[in-house]
C-alpha cells in the first residue's frame, strides 16, 4: 500500500489562487464599508477633555434652577427604582434618592443667596 502525498507544485498554485481571492474579498469589503460608511466631509471641532460643556452666557441663576430640577428628577427615579427591587438593592436606591434630595437643597440654598445678593445690589444701586 502506498501513502498518496500531495504535489508542491500543485499545492502553490491552490495557494496563489486562495491568496488571491482573499484579496478580492477585501478589495470589495473595503469597496461596501466606504460606500455604506463614507468618511466625514470636514472633520468638526474636537474639543479636549469634553464631553459637554455649557454655554458661557447662561446666568448663574438659570443654572442653579436646571441643577435644582435634574436633581429632583434624579431623587424621583431613585425612589421609583427603590420600588421595584429588594434587599441592599432597595437601600442603594434609597440612599440615591435621599442624597440627590440633599444636594437639590443645597443647590436651593445657593439660588437663595443669589437671589437676596441681587435684590441687595438692586436695592443699594
Same mark, same amino acid.
Given at each position: 500500500m502506498s501513502k498518496v502525498t500531495p504535489n508542491s507544485a500543485d499545492n502553490t498554485d491552490t495557494d496563489s489562487q486562495a491568496s488571491f481571492e482573499a484579496e478580492k474579498l477585501k478589495e470589495a469589503a473595503d469597496r461596501v464599508f466606504s460606500y455604506?460608511?463614507?468618511?466625514?466631509?470636514?472633520?468638526?471641532?474636537?474639543?479636549? *477633555? *469634553?464631553?459637554?460643556?455649557?454655554?458661557?452666557?447662561?446666568?448663574?441663576?438659570?443654572?442653579?434652577?436646571?441643577?435644582?430640577?435634574?436633581?429632583?428628577?434624579?431623587?424621583?427615579?431613585?425612589?421609583?427604582?427603590?420600588?421595584?427591587?429588594?434587599?441592599?438593592?432597595?437601600?442603594?436606591?434609597?440612599?440615591?434618592?435621599?442624597m440627590a434630595e440633599g444636594v437639590q437643597l443645597l443647590v436651593e440654598r445657593a439660588l437663595d443667596h443669589h437671589e437676596s445678593a441681587q435684590m441687595k445690589a438692586r436695592a443699594s444701586a
Open positions: 455604506y460608511f463614507p468618511p466625514p466631509e470636514k472633520p468638526g471641532k474636537r474639543r479636549k *477633555h *469634553h464631553l459637554f460643556s455649557v454655554s458661557p452666557d447662561i446666568d448663574t441663576e438659570a443654572l442653579l434652577t436646571n441643577a435644582s430640577e435634574d436633581l429632583l428628577s434624579i431623587s424621583a427615579i431613585a425612589a421609583d427604582l427603590a420600588d421595584d427591587v429588594e434587599g441592599s438593592r432597595r437601600s442603594v436606591a434609597l440612599a440615591l434618592s435621599r
